[in-house]
């Protein structure tokens, strides 16, 4: 008898244990406020959400919608955000001469003719089939000085000068309409829009992979245009929290790589890619910075100093301080 009184108390202890465990509230997730520009270039942000890394890593992320470089690097500054995806590089490293380690990179995605991002584009019917034809013509660029003073630059590089064509900033949610309209000759634009602007037959992209043909030498090169960053005072605040981020950004890096197509997915609704052109609006060459080998650290230098020579980095800046690997 005291056999089985002392099986069935046994049985109730067990039995207790695990409703308490099924009672027990969830560890709360660690919330992390994340400024997103929605374009292709974030797209490891979006895979990561919907493929349960950022969950597996106990990670909530907020998505605040930041059109640009500005608006993502003011956001930093002022602690509204912690995690910029993605922030252009040139004006990441400016933000980080007024305010050393505002933005510490932790992964970069690269851009040349394959991997296509910023290109210029005309007008169809403008008679423009070259850089070179942009003389006297009406451009817009992509906003942000990071953007205008690029598109500047490769100008210069096929001998146009200030002078020799109007060029306006505009919001690239206005790009197709600004081109279908005729408002504008060309211009300097990014993905989607280039292949929204081709796809309507409104214009077509005149030369794609600029900035490693023209500015790094090196049509194949890596030209890295943009990245995700953390704050440095999100970094010291919360390391652990920040080391779990960038592995889940990691895994969805992984997921693109190997699963390509089904990553594409993830461009619709997040994105300015409308559902019908998931399928070929091109992807970028995403590399967590743990992974960059010599040459693409050069690289990656290389376009810094190019920041100097434009005017958009006021001073020559060492990249390696405010890239980090996790």
């Known amino acids: 008898m005291k056999l089985l009184t002392d099986k069935f108390m046994t049985m109730l202890a067990a039995a207790a244990i695990i409703a308490g465990g099924a009672l027990s509230p969830a560890a709360a997730q660690d919330k992390v406020k994340v400024g997103v520009f929605p374009v292709s270039s974030s797209l490891p942000y979006f895979v990561a959400i919907a493929e349960g890394y950022f969950k597996e890593n106990n990670i909530e992320p907020e998505t605040i919608r930041l059109m640009g470089g500005p ?5 930093l500054i002022t602690n509204q955000i912690e995690v910029s995806a993605v922030l252009v590089t ?5 933000a980080n001469i007024k305010k050393t380690g505002v933005a510490m990179y932790f992964a970069m995605h690269s851009q040349n003719a394959e991997y296509r991002m910023e290109q210029f584009i005309a007008r169809t019917g403008s008679g423009i089939t070259k850089l070179a034809d942009f003389k006297g013509k009406k451009l817009m660029s992509a906003p942000g000085p990071a953007n205008l003073n690029t598109a500047k630059g490769i100008l210069a590089k096929v001998g146009l000068k200030e002078g020799d064509y109007t060029i306006d900033q505009l919001d690239m949610g206005q790009h197709v309409n600004a081109i279908k309209a005729g408002t504008f000759d ?3 634009t990014l993905e989607p829009s280039a292949t929204i602007i081709e796809q309507m037959g409104a214009g077509k992209t005149i030369e ?3 900035i490693a043909k023209y500015i790094l030498g090196d049509p194949a090169g ?3 245009a943009a990245g995700a960053a953390f704050s440095t005072d999100f970094i010291n605040a919360r390391p652990d ?3 779990r981020f960038a592995a889940s950004w990691a895994k969805a890096i992984e997921y693109i790589k190997a699963n390509p197509k089904e990553a594409r997915k993830h461009l619709a609704k997040n994105t300015l890619t409308p559902d019908n052109l ?3 609006v091109p992807m970028l060459g995403y590399t967590m910075n743990k992974d960059m080998n010599a040459k693409q650290k050069k690289e990656l230098q290389d376009f810094a100093n190019f920041g100097v020579e434009i005017g958009v980095v006021p001073e020559k800046i060492d ?3 405010f890239v980090k690997s996790f």
Do not use: F, P, Q, R
């Open 71 to 75: 608006s993502n690097v003011a956001a």
């Open 90 to 94: 040139l004006e990441g490293l400016n």
């Open 186 to 188: 060309g211009g300097y």
């Open 208 to 210: 794609a992979g600029v």
């Open 222 to 224: 890596n030209a890295y």
């Open 241 to 243: 929290v920040a080391k």
């Open 278 to 280: 998931v399928d070929i």
């Open 319 to 321: 990249v390696s301080k």
